[in-house]
Each structure stands twice: as structure tokens, then as C-alpha cells.
């Protein structure tokens, strides 16, 4: 059986963390979103993969390879060239346009082919749903999902009539201009007839094209409304709310890695956590190589990356940090992302590093000193300007053991 992932896009609402890495593979639990796909493709009997790719692609080819490790065959489909100056350019074809560049290259689609968006954990009984798409006889099926009516905007809505058949398509409609609250999960199953309506050499997607000239051609085109796990990761509040989950147990299936040593604390291999005026309140997870100092309050649910460091009496509430992150000591950071040079708070609002000084946290493998103001009370906080647009409450510094604004 063939499967093929859509992961050409750049992932805009899903900066920073899309600066260094492509959309599929931001990590959760430590793993790519992408590995989960194809984990869950190969339980299935999925054992020929093609991917798109384009922004930041070696990174996914290089992980995945030729997919032997997982038991199955990886093929990649490049989007982009390379221009007079040896610089590799990104040039995504759309989703339905990805899919005709291989049709065109090497006749792939040759049978019933499962798609799948490359940024959301799923566990759909794909058998299931095969099925059913073989029962209606349809040329394509998209599997939908209930949606609250306030986020309609945020995705594909599908219009069907009672026997399932599309009628119409809308892409993220406002709220009071929405048929249905049936959104486009991303998962699609198609005829290799399908491919025959996407012009060749043109950009071309499926939401916003393909569909509606299925619908117009009059097509047996279905939507599936089906009951499974679909969490998207569409901008960087979902990213935060599934780390959240996947922590607090909620996301079956998905365990936290590494050695449970107290009630709500996980640790990889090697960590050193000084407990001197230290408390963690789990749910939390710490990550190989990661050195906590005295006097730190680590509340969950957090995941703080391997190799990071958390300087004495620093205070973590509910945030995410990414690999090799350095903290300095007395820093408070409330429902936070911290990636390389930046920091998203839970609402989605984006800071450079740089917007404080002296900076308050920096790559854990540079080799520096200490910085420390100079101040006349060897109690005074660790001093830093404050954020512009954050509460507070939200990335401050604290005096030991008396967070200010706590």
C-alpha cells in the first residue's frame, strides 16, 4: 500500500520554530511530528512512501533516509532549483501540484493512495476508512472532524449531503460566513484518476483547487466524518496546548520518555539537579545532560530540552524548552517557548533575544562567564529590561525564593 506525506511548506505560523527546522519536524516527546505519521503508515500495511519536500528539506531527508529503519521505502520529490549562485530556492507547487510532479516524474500513484499533511499526530483506523472509500466507490475521500464553530476560520470546511457526498468546499470562512464545522483533517484517499484533473507544472492545491473542481466535475467525491485523535499542530499555541496534553496524559499512546524518579518527574540520562531549595511539581519532563541549580521551581506541565541548563533560583512555570537552552540565574518564564534566539508566549507573541539586556537566556554550549550587574545588595534580583507587550507575570526576573509579581 502507498502513502504519500505533504511536508513542501514552509510553516509560517508555526515560527520561530520554523526558522531551523521544516514543520514536520517539530518535535514532540523528543520525536518529529513526521515519525509519527510514518510509524503509524507502516502499522497499517503502508510500506511505500513518496514526500514532498522543499523548505529546509535535507533536514527531513537526512532524518528519515530511505526509511529502512522503520521497515519501509522513503522517496523524496523536491520542489525548488538552485539558482546561478549555487543557492538552493524553495518553490512549493501546492499540495495537489506536489502530487502531479511525481505522477509526471515515475507514475507513482498507481493504486488507491492515502495523503496525509505532515504536522499532526493522528490515529485514524486508516483500514477503516479505506474501507469505506472502496464501499461508496468514491475517487476521493477526505476525512473530516468536528470543529468548534470559533475556529472554523483556521481551516478547510467541508459541505456534504446526508449520504456523505461533498457538495462544496470553503477554505477557512469566517465564522458567520461558514456552512459546516466539518473541517479538513488533511488525510485524503484518492484513484490515481484524481491525478488526471491537476494540471502538470503549475501550482496547484487541494483544499482551494483540487476540490472544488471534483465537486464541479460532479465526481464521486465523500467526506468521512470519523471519531479519532487528530491534534494539529497549526500555529505555535497548538504546538504549546499538544506538549501540554501529550505531558498530562491526555493523548493516548503517547507516554513521556526516560526514567520516572518522583511522582510527576521524568529524567533522561545524566541529569544533575541540585535540590537545595529546589522544587518540581510534575507533570515534568527533564532531558539528558540538563543541570537544574539550587534554588529553582520547575512547575508543570514542562518539558525543558537536553543539554539545557537552568541557573540558581530561576523559576519555569508550564514552558517549553527547546535543546541547549542556557537560563540565567533568578529568571521567572511563564507559559513560554524558548527556541535558540526565541521565545513565543502562549498567545503567540514573538521575541528576538536580543530585546533584553544583558540577555536572559543563550545557547548552553557557548562557552562564557557569568554576567552580573553591578549592584550594591548582593540580594538584588538579576536584573533585566522587561519584554515590551509581556504581562509581568510572564518573563521576569525574582529575587530567591519571592518570584516578583508572584
Not at 28 to 57: C, D, F, Q, T, W
Not at 178 to 199: K, R
Request: glycine share 10%; aromatic share 10%; with cysteine.
Amino acid at each position: 500500500m502507498k502513502a504519500m506525506i505533504l511536508a513542501a511548506g514552509k510553516g509560517t505560523r508555526v515560527r520561530p520554530l520554523t526558522f531551523d527546522l521544516p514543520k514536520p519536524m517539530i518535535p514532540i516527546l523528543g520525536k518529529p511530528v513526521m515519525e509519527y505519521l510514518v510509524e503509524h503508515l507502516a502499522k497499517y500495511g503502508v510500506n511505500e512512501i513518496m514526500v514532498n519536500v522543499s523548505h529546509l528539506h535535507k533536514k527531513i531527508e537526512e532524518y528519515f533516509s530511505d526509511g529502512q529503519r522503520f521497515g519501509i521505502q522513503i522517496g523524496y520529490s523536491f520542489e525548488g532549483h538552485t539558482n546561478d549562485e549555487g543557492d538552493v530556492v524553495p518553490l512549493p507547487m501546492g499540495s495537489a501540484g506536489g502530487l502531479k510532479k511525481i505522477q509526471d516524474f515515475g507514475g507513482f500513484f498507481d493504486d488507491t493512495t492515502i495523503v496525509l499533511c505532515g504536522d499532526a499526530l493522528i490515529d485514524l483506523d486508516l483500514h477503516s476508512a479505506l474501507y469505506e472509500h472502496k464501499q461508496k466507490g468514491a475517487l476521493a475521500s477526505v476525512i473530516t472532524k468536528e470543529v468548534p464553530w470559533e475556529r472554523v476560520s483556521d481551516y478547510g470546511v467541508v459541505i456534504s449531503d446526508e449520504d456523505g457526498r461533498v457538495v462544496s468546499f470553503q477554505e477557512k470562512p469566517k465564522q458567520k460566513d461558514a456552512l459546516s464545522n466539518q473541517a479538513s483533517t488533511g488525510i485524503y484517499i484518492f484513484e490515481p484518476q484524481v491525478l488526471d484533473l491537476i494540471p502538470s507544472n503549475t501550482q496547484f492545491d487541494i483544499g482551494s483547487d483540487l476540490f472544488p473542481l471534483l465537486v464541479k466535475k460532479g465526481l464521486p467525491f465523500y467526506a468521512q466524518k470519523r471519531f479519532f485523535n487528530w491534534i494539529d499542530i497549526g500555529n505555535i499555541t497548538d504546538f504549546w496546548a499538544v506538549l501540554q496534553r501529550v505531558l498530562m496524559g491526555e493523548v493516548a499512546e503517547m507516554d513521556v520518555p526516560g526514567k520516572q524518579i518522583r511522582e510527576g518527574l521524568w529524567v533522561g540520562l545524566n541529569t544533575s539537579i541540585d535540590w537545595e531549595g529546589t522544587t518540581i511539581e510534575g507533570p515534568v519532563y527533564l532531558g539528558s545532560g540538563v543541570r537544574i541549580e539550587a534554588g529553582c521551581k520547575i512547575v508543570g506541565p514542562a518539558w525543558i530540552g537536553h543539554g539545557s541548563h537552568i541557573g540558581a533560583g530561576s523559576e519555569l512555570v508550564r514552558s517549553v524548552l527547546f535543546e541547549y537552552t542556557r537560563i540565567s540565574p533568578k529568571v521567572r518564564l511563564n507559559e513560554m517557548i524558548v527556541f535558540n534566539n526565541y521565545s513565543v508566549s502562549r498567545d503567540g507573541k514573538m521575541h528576538h533575544v536580543s530585546d533584553y539586556a544583558p540577555h536572559i537566556w543563550s545557547d548552553a554550549r557557548e562557552r562564557r562567564r557569568s554576567v552580573r550587574l553591578a549592584r550594591k545588595d548582593p540580594d538584588e534580583p538579576f536584573l533585566t529590561r522587561k519584554m515590551p507587550g509581556y504581562p509581568t507575570a510572564d518573563i521576569h526576573t525574582a529575587k530567591m525564593g519571592n518570584p516578583a509579581g508572584a
